[in-house]
């Protein structure tokens, strides 16, 4: 059945994970300042989902249960199903301005589903139905589940095998009669630590050599021998100060962590791939095709928060009217919908897999994430233009509530009358927020690296772009005969 947003976070304070952050053990995650607001944004894909009139975007039959299942949950069923997750992200960024972490999962399984699915057939292994069986108990739970695929890598330059330390790609360390046992890390977790479980998956492509790397299981995210050190965001120790103002968002954020996997034992029934190693390099594809399309749609989402913020700021500045701040913020809006137009595009595109699962078109996919490594950028770039100075040198909320200076924050840095200075600095402190504060990392960072770097994209985009094809064109136009 269906958790509410409340069952959701008791279910979270029920797992026994081993968290660290600032070299200390933290006992309770859920209530952690730092982290609280990871946990929300997590916890709004079951709010909403709660919603009658969220009801057909968020939720969805499963043909497997036959139940009402969360969207996050889904094996997409058509091309339909792909715009719709796209539009549920965008709703999702627009609701947190911030990662709601999710989607990895949902994209892994999708990723999985097909992947076991031609696995089995060409090796007569059960991987698939080892999936569906962990698929149906997430559907039937609600669970939410990181997809971990990003190893630490070391060696760029070097395969798996090569590494002066083996560890560095995440591998198979035992094979037992009941299971594996597996040892290495994940780097740059999104939400792990608001997971009941994940889904661990190879980083690339692996040759016969890096065998042992060719690997994929689900577990817990407490399982045995599994502990994470939390990443830094710029301006986290804000939320320590007693200033929620000076966040931007004091409700909700993303978190990232290096999880480090020492020697974990994964049962025969949760492994998806073990030793098939031909099929590491595609089970990544289409991994990250799936989350090239999700990009379209929750980076969107958090762009239209932000550019209304930039259009609430010039309003308090006194200068919406501006005709060059009206041509900015049309200028944020054609590039925050061409990147959903991308989404969309290799959404309505995506073909039936053999698995019966619906694909994103690949081509596309890679070419919305190639504009995701950079409109956010500009799109950031116009909204501090619009938002002035003040974003950075404005003095904290203990200063505008301070007896003393109070008076003097509040008159010298009233912008238009009728506008108190109270919100002027909360509305830049949202655009600081989202720029170079802590939904930086979500916003530029990870829309440069997350799902693969530039150069991954543009990998797949000469692979896809059929240039032999478009030189024959040529060649046909222009009369040459060879
Ligand atoms: Fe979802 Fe976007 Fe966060 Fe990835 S970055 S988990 S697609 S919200
Ligand atoms: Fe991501």
Known sequence: ALMTGEQYVESMRKLKMQVYMFGKKIDNPVDDPILRPSLNSVKMTYDLAQL????????????YTG??????THIHQSTQDLMNKVKMQRLLGQK??????????????????STTYDIDKKYGTSYHQNFMNFLKRVQENDLTVDGAMTDPKGD??????????????????????????????????????NSHEVIVMPTMSMGEEDKEYAVSFSCPTDAEGIFMIVGRQSCDTRKLEG?????????????????????????????????????????????????????????????????????????????????????KLIEMQHLNETLFACGIACSALGTKTES?????????????????????????????????GLMVTAPSEKDLRDPKLGPYVDKYLRGVASVSTENRLKILRLIENLSLGTAAVGYRT???????????????????GNLRMKKALAKEIAHIEE
Do not use: W
Request: hydrophobic share 40%; proline share 5%.
């Open 52 to 63: 009658p009139e969220y009801q057909d975007l968020m939720t969805v039959v499963s043909p």
């Open 67 to 72: 139940q009402r299942v969360n969207r996050f």
């Open 96 to 113: 947190t301005a911030a990662c709601f972490q999710r989607c990895v999962g949902m994209d892994a399984f999708n990723a999985v589903f």
């Open 156 to 193: 760029r330059g070097l395969a798996p095998h090569a590494q002066a330390d083996p560890d560095l790609f995440l591998h198979v360390v035992e094979q037992r009669p009941d299971g594996i046992v597996v040892r290495g890390a994940k780097a740059h977790q999104t939400g792990f630590i």
């Open 243 to 327: 200033a929620a103002m000076d966040t931007g968002n004091p409700t909700f954020g993303g978190m990232e962590a290096l999880v480090i996997f020492d020697n974990v034992f994964i049962p025969n029934e949760q492994i998806y791939l073990n030793g098939e190693f031909e099929y590491a390099g595609v089970l990544v594809e289409r991994f990250a095709g799936y989350h090239r399309q999700s990009y379209g749609g929750c980076k969107v989402g958090v762009g239209d928060v932000l550019i209304g913020a930039a259009a609430v700021a010039a309003d308090y500045n006194g200068c919406p009217k501006a005709s060059h701040v009206k041509d």
């Open 356 to 388: 019966g699962n619906y694909l994103i078109d690949l081509l596309l996919a890679n070419v919305c994430k190639q504009n995701v490594t950079r409109f956010p950028y500009e799109i950031v770039r116009l909204a501090e233009d619009i938002a002035g």
């Open 446 to 464: 990870e829309s440069m690296h997350g799902a693969g770097s530039p150069q991954a994209q543009r990998i797949m985009i000469s692979r896809q």
